[in-house]
């Protein structure tokens, strides 16, 4: 009797020894099939074309929309623009999962998608408009002017060309100075929301784009220029990503896919992390909703902003699960990060799938929301406590969703999770 | 018989001693509790002074030194805020930064403006901008508000802002302190929060590299450094007050005293003395600012001297957050910074 009990202390003794020791115990096994993993890296390289490939077709749709209303002005062709617009956000916003971790998308990015804007700088603006302090571009009015001043330097703004454009971003240092992107792109149809946190988006007149005797808003034919070329440098700046992506080529995926496989992996894994947490949940919602500021929304002119949170998130889910539907409904379906997690943890796979179905879940609340005339920027409004709810809802699921994704990339083996530092040394 | 399996659990529990269990005890019980309380010591002095001040029994320039005391307790505090001040919006309610379409000070007017005499009910519904240090902070500092000559509208938002922050340090610290709370989640492993001393430790380090990577960016946003090197003054923190180079070296402070902890886990010796002059290397630095953050950002002969801080600081966090997390074998995981 008493050896067996004294045994069974020993046994307790001897695990919790093992229990306390310092070395992580050494797992015999890899985390994953090497060639199963590339396969992995490969098919999101094909998503990220798949993406690119709709967001441009998307691009040329909404060109094509500008087209028709600069020929004939009137609110019906704006509506159509307006919503070429949002058809376009729809698979961009799921691309941008792609944008941290594969520096090649994370250095292009401003020119594409810069937010939030200091709108001034291209269009006329309400007396009321809040610039960011010390922006020496904030009320430059490109639109509306044939030169600009800033500091020392005197710009010629007379041709409106995509390298012009392209060349006052950042004007004078400062991040808020956006001229290109489909941020400008949805203040020129839109202008300013000047609602705050009440009903309502933007409501230029579609009379802002008309020559004749009914034109509003003045240098018409500046405006009207003005939306072509940036339309057009939008094409031009999507074709040369949909190029990185291309399989076979000189480009970026080539890297990409000749470059470890735990760099793959982990560029995977910190692109939906970043854009979960700091991105989604902080900069585009927690900071909006904590100041009440419809400034920090992220679509602010359309009111749109529900449907662009809607589908970062999904791109965070496409990613994790190897699958993505493109604009015309076929969906791509290939060999993924669930795959390579389920093999080895299952259980913590079901929870990744099980956060992801909620976030995406809770961001479909914001969608719901909208619909029914509710849109972001009231939701954020002072003293709406069942908007700030419904938020916080959708930002907690996205805190809960990256420490899943933390867990699965410790399953994968990777512990430092930024690509930048990763392999830092001194 | 049973005394003799409990002796030998005894014997196997001591045996154990697991020493990161013993750090994250010492870190809770001497390093983050304290910060908290300190934090909290100082919101009540900060209520007492503007209280005093707004009765006219005491000195402006009293009122705002023990306004820089509370900023620097903030500033120390950050870097060890693990738990309940890092939920929800609480730490949003001490500070809005960054600041860059002065929304402070249209949200504050406006606040003023609508409630002609504010009381705390409608303060505390209001938007976190308006709640905290950086409000409280534009309304000693701002040329606009010209204080002396404006207590009657701005008095009711300092004692109200002050009065906000001592209820928040106070339930912070019940939070800590309460049966349950985040005091025993430290000390005493498997609980709600962390399966083990591991995963405690885990959650602490995480905090203070992100607290070492908050300070580059508040160093390098008005350094231009995001901005094609053109400088950002108005986006310092606590470029009002003159205070940032005060609340960086607070917070690097902060970030040494848990590394003085964990240091004792790092066999490496090299790694640990380059950690220990990482430090040395950024305070005395920071200490050696001749002039207000804002004012140096501006000054082109002053660049050299930033952008080497700024290197050290990368350097300190590098050390930390690769090679001391390896070391450790701990996964740091993504911060609020990441995506920016």
Not at chain 1, 352 to 361: F, I, P, R, T, V
Not at chain 1, 388 to 407: C, H
């Amino acid at each position: 009797m008493l050896s067996r009990l004294s045994t069974g202390g020993l046994l307790l003794a001897s695990l919790l020894l093992t229990a306390c020791s310092e070395e992580p115990s050494a797992t015999a096994e890899p985390a994953y099939d090497e060639a199963r993993a590339r396969l992995v890296i490969d098919h999101y390289a094909d998503m990220a074309l798949a993406a690119y490939s709709d967001a441009l077709s998307e691009a040329r749709e909404l060109r094509g929309q500008i087209d028709t209303l600069l020929t004939d002005p009137n609110e019906e062709t704006l509506a159509a623009a307006r919503q070429a617009w949002r058809d376009a956000r729809a698979p961009y916003m799921q691309t941008e999962v792609f944008r941290f971790g594969n520096v090649v998308v994370d250095e292009w990015e401003g020119q594409v998608n810069a937010w939030p804007l200091d709108e001034g700088l291209i269009d006329y603006v309400d007396d009321n408009y809040q610039a960011v302090m010390g922006n020496p571009g904030a009320r430059g009015n490109i639109i509306a002017s044939q030169s600009l001043k800033i500091g020392e330097q005197q710009l010629d703004l007379s041709e409106l060309t995509p390298e012009l454009l392209a060349s006052l971003n950042e004007l004078g240092g400062s991040e808020a100075n956006v001229a290109t992107g489909y941020h400008a792109i949805e203040f020129l149809l839109w202008g300013q929301d000047l609602n705050g946190t009440d009903a309502g988006a933007g409501e230029r007149p579609a009379t802002d784009f008309a020559t004749g005797n009914d034109a509003t808003g003045g240098h018409n034919e500046r405006r009207r220029d003005y939306l072509k070329v940036v339309a057009d440098l939008l094409i031009s700046d999507l074709e040369a990503m949909v190029a990185e992506w291309q399989p076979n080529q000189d480009n970026y995926r080539a890297e990409l896919v000749a470059d470890s496989v735990e760099n793959g992996l982990r560029k995977m894994l910190f692109g939906m992390g970043s854009l979960s947490l700091g991105e989604l949940a902080g900069e585009r919602m927690k900071v909006a909703l904590a100041a009440h500021s419809p400034e920090d929304e992220h679509d602010c002119f359309s009111d749109n902003t529900h449907f662009s949170h809607f589908y970062n998130g999904k791109g965070i889910e496409n990613v994790y699960l190897g699958e993505y539907q493109r604009v015309d409904g076929e969906t791509l379906s290939g060999p993924s990060l669930s795959d390579l997690v389920a093999a080895s943890e299952p259980q913590l796979d079901d929870r990744l799938k099980a956060d992801l179905n909620a976030s995406e879940a809770a961001l479909q609340t914001l969608v719901d929301s909208a619909a029914n005339g509710v849109h972001f920027d009231q939701l954020i409004a002072p003293g709406n406590a069942e908007g700030a709810a419904t938020v916080n809802r959708a930002i907690d699921a996205l805190v809960e969703q990256t420490a899943s994704i933390e867990k699965a990339a410790l399953v994968l083996d990777i512990q430092a999770l930024n690509p930048d530092t990763a392999n830092h040394s001194f | 018989m049973r005394s003799v399996v409990l002796l030998l659990l005894v014997v196997a529990l001591a045996a154990c001693s697991n020493p990161r269990e013993e750090v994250a005890k010492q870190l809770a019980n001497q390093v983050l509790l304290p910060a908290h309380e300190q934090w909290h010591a100082s919101n009540t002095a900060l209520l007492d002074s503007s209280r005093a001040w707004c009765a006219d029994e005491q000195a402006m320039e009293d009122l705002k030194r023990v306004f820089h005391e509370t900023q620097t307790a903030w500033a120390r505090l950050q870097p060890l805020m693990v738990g309940p001040l890092a939920e929800g919006n609480r730490s949003w309610q001490v500070q809005f930064w960054p600041d860059k379409r002065n929304m402070v000070a249209r949200q504050t007017e406006a606040l003023l403006d609508e409630f002609g005499d504010l009381d705390q009910q409608q303060l505390d519904g209001a938007s976190v901008v308006v709640q905290g240090l950086t409000a409280f902070e534009y309304v000693l500092f701002d040329d606009k508000v010209a204080i002396a000559d404006n207590r009657e509208r701005y008095c009711p938002l300092l004692v109200g802002i002050a009065r906000h922050q001592q209820a928040l340090s106070a339930e912070v610290v019940d939070l800590w302190r309460q049966p349950g709370g985040m005091l025993e989640q430290l000390t005493r492993f498997p609980n709600d929060r962390y399966a083990s001393a591991d995963e405690a430790l885990g959650g602490i380090l995480r905090v203070q590299v992100t607290g070492v990577d908050t300070l580059k960016k508040k160093l390098g946003t008005p350094m231009g450094r995001h901005n094609n090197g053109v400088p950002q003054p108005y986006q310092a923190e606590a470029w009002r007050s003159r205070h940032s180079a005060e609340n960086l070296l607070a917070s690097v402070e902060g970030a040494q005293a848990v590394w003085e902890r964990i240091r004792t886990l790092v066999g490496d010796a090299q790694l640990a003395g380059d950690i220990d002059a990482a430090y040395k290397t950024v305070r005395d630095k920071l200490a050696a600012l001749p002039a207000p953050l804002m004012e140096m950002v501006q000054d082109k002969a002053s660049q050299p001297q930033l952008q080497s801080l700024y290197a050290d600081l990368d350097a300190l966090e590098n050390l930390q957050q690769t090679d001391l997390a390896r070391q450790l074998g701990i996964q740091i995981g993504f911060n609020a910074n990441d995506g920016d």
